[in-house]
């Protein structure tokens, strides 16, 4: 971010802690110990994702049944914890931030937002964003959405000013869906796959739009790129994928 590089590293107590370096002045600062550990629990934590916005880098800890969202200006005044979240996944990976993005700034929105896969008790994994405060991190569904719910993203992208992200509906199976943050805008893109089974993966960006592996009508598995309006078939590489 700027002129800073970040870095995580853990000290001789076993405190797990977030460094800067200044590239311009060539200086570091110790900015904040992210978790307070004892020397059986380094094992245990884990890293997530980390964003950068125009003036800020968020990252995503956990140890345990917590999460952690974090954000730094490269200051240790401005680092600080955004919230804490319960982690109860299970699994080997982070429970929040694994996958994530940054929003390109909507007016009236003055200040970037993100948007991560997060897991609660009772949807599971789904779409969450944060505006960068403890309240305005939350569940892009709340429990009485009535909306279509993706579930398990991934490989949050943005492409052309637009978040697209692969996730999961029991109708449709892993397609393509876009998100500005909110509810109301979180739609399905296309559906590749007629049914329930439809499989998308290994979103990868290149300068014509997005590449991914995506089971097709009567190709089966096969290379597709998406460049914000349409869907073209690259290769019918081998017959039914």
């Given at each position: 971010m700027g002129k800073y590089i970040f870095f995580i590293s853990a000290n001789s107590a076993y405190q797990l802690q977030l460094t800067a370096m200044d590239t311009t002045l060539g200086?570091?600062?110790?900015?904040?110990?992210?978790?307070?550990?004892?020397?059986?629990?380094?094992?245990?934590?884990?890293?997530?994702?980390?964003?950068?916005?125009?003036?800020?880098?968020?990252?995503?800890?956990?140890?345990?049944?917590?999460a952690y969202l974090w954000k730094t200006d490269g200051t240790v005044a401005g680092t600080v914890l955004v919230k804490a979240l319960s982690a109860t996944c299970g699994a080997s990976i982070s429970c929040f931030g694994y996958y994530g993005a940054v929003l390109p700034i909507r007016p009236p929105q003055a200040q970037p937002h993100i948007v991560f896969d997060g897991y609660d008790d009772t949807f599971g994994y789904g779409v969450w964003t944060s505006s960068g405060f403890d309240d305005g991190t939350h569940s892009l569904y709340s429990s009485s959405s009535s909306s279509v719910r993706p579930t398990d993203p991934e490989d949050f992208m943005q492409h052309n000013g637009v978040i697209y992200f692969n996730a999961t509906t029991s109708e449709t199976g892993r397609e393509i869906w876009k998100t500005d943050g909110t509810p109301e805008g979180t739609e399905l893109v296309t559906q590749l796959y007629t049914g329930e089974e439809g499989y998308i993966s290994f979103f990868t960006k290149t300068p014509l739009g997005i590449a991914f592996q995506g089971r097709g009508e009567n190709v089966g598995y096969e290379p597709y790129l998406f460049d914000g309006d349409t869907i073209r078939l690259l290769s019918d590489v081998h017959e039914n994928g």
């Open positions: 200086t570091v600062t110790h900015l904040s110990n992210l978790q307070i550990t004892d020397s059986w629990d380094l094992p245990y934590v884990k890293i997530g994702t980390s964003l950068v916005t125009e003036d800020h880098l968020y990252l995503f800890t956990q140890l345990y049944d917590t």
